[in-house]
Structures are given as C-alpha cells and as structure tokens.
C-alpha cells in the first residue's frame, strides 16, 4: 500500500487559511488521495478527494502537485470547530472490490482563537 | 438520523468474555466495513462486506473475531474470549459504491479488564 508522510500537528490562527500536507511519493497512478478529519471521540468524516486534479468542495480544497508525489488540503477559513486530527490517505481497490483505506497517525490541527 | 449507527457506544468487559457489536448502515449502502482504532493510532481496517458477502478480512481479524450481515443490512461483530488487548474503538463505516466515500459510525469504544 502507498504511504503517507503527514507532520504531527499543526496550528492555525483563527479565521486564517489552514494548509495541510501531505507526501505520497509511492503513490500509483490509479490511485485516489483521500482526506479525512476525525473529531475528538467521533467518527472520521470525509473532506475530499482527487486524482490528478485539484478540487474543491464546501468544506476544502485538495491541490496534488503535477508528480502526484505530495499534496495540500487547504480550509480556507479555518474555525474552532475544525481542530481535529486529519488523515491524508492513499486509496487502494483491492481485487475484492474493497476500498481500503490505510489511515497513519495524521496531523493534529489545532486552531488557537 | 439516517447516519450509520452503532451499539453499545461503550462496552465495559472481563477479559475472557464474548462480545458483540451491532452497526447498522445508511439504508441503502450495500458496503459495509469494520476498522479498529486504539488509542493514539488511526483506524485499521478488518473487514469488508458487499451486501451479506463477507469479500476481505484483515490479517489483524483473529480466529477470535467474527464478523456477520446475515441479510445485507445491519452487521454484528463479536469478540470471542476477549483480551486485553482487544481494548480499541471499533468503527463500523457504509458506502453506496466503489468511489464513493465512506460514512463512518460514532464507534463502539471496548475496555477488557
């Protein structure tokens, strides 16, 4: 399975955009890079996802750089309630159909008022 | 709610005895998965069901562990003589098809005296 390579934790100022990174070096060109966020005592939730292109949705941007070696999510207005752990993760289809996702350890966002 | 629910939240046990977990997926999602997450880690995958087709199970899935969705809709998973080290979250997810995200449960959380 591709690895991802995430810092431990972050910070971010209130208001101000939050830059998340990722590597993915070993990543295989049919693969999905895949964004989760896990609130304390919760379930992860989704963000975003991509293959080639950058994209956006409501809650994020996901910019993959032209190698597909690494990438960037990006919450453009960064509230309290976005301090989580986020997970950068490389999606592998399994010859059963599966979807597995390998999470890592994550980056702890926090964001200081 | 229509989110993917899961029972007991909490699960306090001796080590020695039989547990079961229930999910129960967004209604119309035919996939349904169960990760383990312990303390400080994120989840790990163990094992995937389309429709009542048990189709992939993780090394990490002992011959103590057993996984079941007798109709296709809801999902148990039981812990046969528990250890400690069976302490974790387990997460039950849902998704409606290849590609699509997946929804995860609030989790059961499991603590083996």
């Known amino acids: 399975d591709a690895k991802t390579t995430q810092p431990p934790s972050m910070d971010c100022a209130e208001g101000r955009a939050a830059n998340l990174p990722c590597n993915h070096s070993?990543?295989?060109?049919?693969?999905?890079v895949y964004w989760y966020r896990q609130i304390h005592s919760q379930g992860p939730q989704y963000i975003i996802h991509?293959?080639?292109n950058n994209e956006t949705n409501e809650m994020a941007s996901l910019i993959i750089t032209e190698d597909r070696k690494s990438s960037t999510l990006i919450l453009p207005h960064a509230t309290l309630r976005d301090t989580a752990v986020y997970y950068c993760?490389?999606?592998?289809?399994?010859?059963?159909?599966?979807?597995?996702?390998?999470f890592g350890t994550g980056t702890r966002l926090t964001i200081i008022p | 709610d229509t989110g993917v629910s899961q029972d007991p939240r909490h699960k306090i046990t001796k080590r020695g005895q039989n547990v079961t977990f229930r999910c129960d997926p967004i209604s119309e999602h035919n996939r349904l998965y169960w990760y383990r997450q312990t303390l400080g880690q994120g989840p790990e995958f163990l094992t995937y069901f389309q429709n009542e087709a048990q189709l992939e199970k993780s090394r990490l899935l002992s011959d103590r562990f057993s996984a079941e969705r007798p109709k296709g809709s809801f999902s148990t998973l039981e812990i046969q003589r528990t250890e400690q080290g069976d302490s974790a979250m387990y997460l039950c997810?849902?998704?409606?098809?290849?590609?699509?995200?997946?929804?995860f449960g609030e989790g059961s959380r499991l603590t083996v005296l």
């Open positions: 991509g293959l080639k």
């Open positions: 997810a849902s998704s409606l098809a290849l590609g699509r995200e997946l929804f």
């Open positions: 993760i490389v999606r592998v289809a399994t010859n059963f159909g599966n979807e597995k996702l390998t």
């Open positions: 070993t990543i295989s060109g049919n693969e999905y």
